[in-house]
């Protein structure tokens, strides 16, 4: 395995049951991601997008084929290792932002670190730092409810950032914005990508969001249909 | 800065569980306010039953005549502490509704099923503390209305201090068990949300 890959996908399936129907959600991924990489997953609502982050994220289990991270089978680890995963290794960012609407910008942004055990202070401190970088350091007392829908995808990049994941999965981080504010969201992420080194997978139906990413994966029925250098 | 490489623990301790679980108390106060007085209203009664005996047996020690509480008084109250069970149970069901969003994400930043459960059941536990007070503070005046005409309202100056302490530590610890028993099945079934799901949940 080479020292630069950080994801590997073999054969990754996911298939639904409905009323005696299969759904092929996700049928056959095989992909290799390197690290630091920024790739955009694009294709229409319904071809599998999602699923294929909740199966990277650890969040949902294939029906076949395996996930590797840094060379780690996730089927293998138990719940204590994959909660680890989930808070360490992976922030995640969604279209609904799924901020806790009763804690403040700063709250959100310091929770994943008492999960990680990080001293209250130091997660207080370093939430501040992040929603600075983000440019929300004089809105880091207001709820969730007192902010814009890009302020909001802010504080869920900065809550996403607060371990310093290596890995970034965002699922159409700019699906519930106009198109002005989810340039500068594209552009927050691609910036953070660049001087963090973090991986960046980012899915998206909207071609305007994909010019700056290093690979661009299509997405149809579940399956991958082509792989451009961008 | 973190340690990709080493699996190490996430953590969620007691502490975590009780400041998270303030927060949403605090600001969900209209949610807390319904189970509170659930809780409390079920105290009250309890409590208002064992301070009228407490009252009738120091009426009489002090030589007055002899007054009980009926049996059918002890079924009511039996009744009523069921009812605040049920009130509770089905409250704390529709809060793990509205937050299935929330149980997702916390699960996506590092929450494990115990996580989930401990901060349900710390919810409760405060719930339960403050219902289980001011049903004991209720009952005290509830026994006061019922039995002061009879027995003079100074009556509860007569009922020795320790006997009142057992009636305080007694009811609130009930109410903090009930409250905390109330919400385990819905508790459980938050805790084992999947992630995914929770997080696909429209309201
Ligand atoms: N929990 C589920 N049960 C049944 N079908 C599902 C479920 N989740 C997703 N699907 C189906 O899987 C397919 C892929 O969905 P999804 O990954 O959400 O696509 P995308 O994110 O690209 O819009 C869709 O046909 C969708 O209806
Ligand atoms: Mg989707």
């Known amino acids: 395995m080479s020292f630069d890959m950080i994801i590997q996908l073999e054969d990754l399936t996911r298939h639904y049951e409905m009323g005696g129907v299969q759904i092929k959600a996700l049928d056959g991924v095989d992909i290799e991601i390197n690290r630091g990489e920024y790739l955009s997953i694009v294709g229409p609502s319904g071809s599998g997008k999602t699923t294929l982050f909740n199966l ?68 207080l401190e370093k939430a501040q730092k992040l929603l600075t970088s983000v440019g929300l350091g004089e809105r880091v007392h207001h709820r969730p409810g007192e902010l814009s829908a890009g302020q909001q995808q802010r504080v869920a990049i900065a809550r996403a950032m607060a371990n310093d994941p290596a890995i970034i999965l965002a699922d159409e981080p700019t699906g519930n914005l106009d198109l002005n504010t989810g340039m500068e969201i594209i552009d927050l992420l691609h910036g953070l990508n660049r001087t963090r080194g973090m991986t960046l997978i980012a899915a998206t139906h909207d071609l305007k969001m994909i010019t700056a990413s290093d690979r661009v994966v299509w997405m149809r029925d579940g399956a991958i249909e082509k792989i451009e250098r961008g | 800065m973190a340690e990709h490489g080493s699996p190490g623990r996430v953590s969620f301790g007691l502490g975590d569980a009780l400041r998270l679980g303030y927060d949403y108390i ?74 299935y969003r929330e149980i997702g994400t916390l699960k996506c930043i590092g929450a494990m099923d115990r996580h989930i459960l401990l901060l349900f059941l710390v919810e409760s536990l405060i719930q339960g503390g403050i219902g289980g007070i001011l049903g004991f503070f209720l009952g005290i005046i509830g026994a006061l209305i019922s039995t002061g005409g009879t027995t003079g309202f100074d009556i509860i100056l007569k009922v020795p201090a320790t006997e009142i302490l057992i009636l305080f530590l007694g009811s609130t610890f009930l109410s903090i068990f009930l409250s905390v028993i109330a919400t385990i099945y819905p508790a459980r079934h938050a805790a084992k949300l999947n992630p995914v799901e929770a997080l696909r949940y429209e309201l």
């Open chain 2, 26 to 99: 605090k600001k969900r106060r209209d949610r807390a306010l319904i189970n509170i007085s659930s809780i409390a209203l079920g105290i009250a009664f309890l409590s208002t039953l064992l301070f009228t005996d407490s009252f009738y047996r120091a009426f009489i020690a002090a030589g007055g005549a002899h007054l009980s509480i009926e049996s059918y008084q002890y079924w009511l109250m039996f009744v009523a502490l069921i009812v605040s069970v049920v009130g509770i149970t089905n409250a704390v069901l529709i809060a793990v509704y509205e937050r």
């Open chain 1, 56 to 123: 990277v994220g650890g969040l949902d289990r294939p029906t076949r084929g395996k996930v590797y991270i840094d060379g780690v089978d996730i089927s293998q680890l138990d719940a204590y290792e994959l909660a680890w995963l989930r808070c360490r290794k992976i922030g995640y960012i969604f279209q609904t932002f799924n901020l806790i609407p009763v804690l403040t910008a700063l709250e959100n942004v310091s929770l994943p670190t008492v999960f990680a055990g990080v001293p209250r202070d130091e997660g």
